[in-house]
């Protein structure tokens, strides 16, 4: 027992350190470079965790089945260290950027706090599902080889809507592309709710499409509403506030599919959440045509 909480301490203590790599980290540098082709960029960036994680996993089992769980907590700690090289060669110089004095109107301005809301509501709503997936297969009678294979179009979906909505989002409105996105997923929840096992691959696609824009989205919408003076900041709140409702997700969904018997109530309330998500994100100014009001920018 006493290794449990040293194995909580560490965990804790990777989950604040690996931070600085996260996209709150080089999201800005990526929107600071690219204007014109920013939807894609931040794709393509984000497009590589998706790779990542389908690749390592496979990998660190054959490492750990010839070599031990040690060796692989070294060989996970050789692969992170491996981004410190094209990370240096790729830091710019050090010329100082002249920043305002301050950010607090855009954190309390009302576009922010409609960005932040719809953001939140939709990983709030559909978020937890990914962790409940193979579960809710698995009583709806999968077998356990089947439901993982099924749930591996997550990731498959992750990477795929990730690139094509960065690709999107330089050519049409943003928040319609999320809320479409949000549409999707919800039609995938009810497909699942009502057919179950039958259209578990549908409800895998629809949900890693939404998990994928969510994170193009946020960066980018964040970025061209705001500007990129204080972006660090705020698509950091941003962020958290996506990864804190993402937290919480699994938890309403659980609790809710233990007081009903099933999933298919946490189901039809995840299409509720994504249709005050979707009413929330067609609210939300255009980008492309500069018609966001400078008040809302700053008040």
């Known amino acids: 027992?006493?290794?449990?909480?040293?194995?909580?301490?560490?965990?804790?203590?990777?989950?604040f350190f690996a931070a600085c790599s996260a996209p709150v980290a080089y999201a800005r540098?990526?929107?600071?470079?690219?204007?014109?082709?920013?939807?894609?960029a931040l794709g393509l960036t984000q497009m590589g965790?998706?790779?990542?994680?389908?690749v390592v996993p496979p990998v660190l089992a054959l490492v750990v089945a010839e070599h031990g769980w040690q060796t692989g907590y070294l060989a996970l700690a050789a692969i992170a260290a491996l981004g410190i090289i094209p990370a240096l060669a790729l830091r710019g110089g050090n010329e100082a950027v002249t920043r305002p004095a301050s950010n607090g109107g855009q954190l309390r301005s009302p576009l922010f706090l409609a960005l932040l809301f719809a953001f939140g509501t939709m990983s709030l709503a559909f978020a937890g599902l990914l962790?409940?997936?193979?579960?809710?297969?698995r009583e709806a009678g999968v077998d356990a080889p089947t439901a993982g294979k099924i749930a591996g179009a997550i990731g498959a979906s992750v990477?795929?809507?990730?690139?094509?909505?960065?690709?999107?989002?330089d050519r049409l409105e943003a928040p319609r592309i999320a809320a479409a996105c949000c549409g999707l997923c919800a039609l995938g929840?009810?497909?699942?709710?009502?057919?179950?096992?039958?259209?578990?691959?549908?409800?895998a696609v629809a949900l890693g499409t939404a998990m994928g824009a969510e994170a193009?989205?946020?960066?980018?919408?964040?970025?061209?509403?705001?500007?990129?003076?204080?972006?660090?900041?705020?698509?950091?709140?941003q962020y958290a506030s996506f990864m804190l409702m993402g937290g919480v997700s699994p938890l309403w969904i659980g609790a809710l599919a233990d007081a009903t018997g099933g999933y298919r109530a946490a189901l039809l309330v995840t299409v509720f959440g994504l249709a005050v998500a979707i009413a929330l994100f067609l609210r939300l100014p255009k980008v492309h045509t500069g018609s966001a009001p400078a008040a809302q920018l700053t008040a």
Do not use: K
């Open 29 to 40: 540098a990526v929107n600071a470079v690219f204007d014109r082709s920013r939807g894609l």
């Open 1 to 15: 027992m006493e290794t449990v909480p040293a194995y909580i301490g560490v965990m804790a203590a990777i989950g």
């Open 49 to 54: 965790v998706g790779v990542a994680a389908m």
């Open 131 to 137: 962790t409940h997936f193979v579960p809710m297969l």
């Open 159 to 169: 990477i795929v809507s990730r690139l094509v909505v960065g690709w999107l989002a």
């Open 216 to 237: 193009d989205l946020i960066g980018y919408l964040t970025a061209r509403y705001f500007g990129i003076a204080h972006y660090g900041r705020l698509y950091a709140v």
């Open 189 to 203: 929840c009810l497909a699942l709710a009502w057919q179950g096992a039958a259209f578990a691959w549908i409800g």
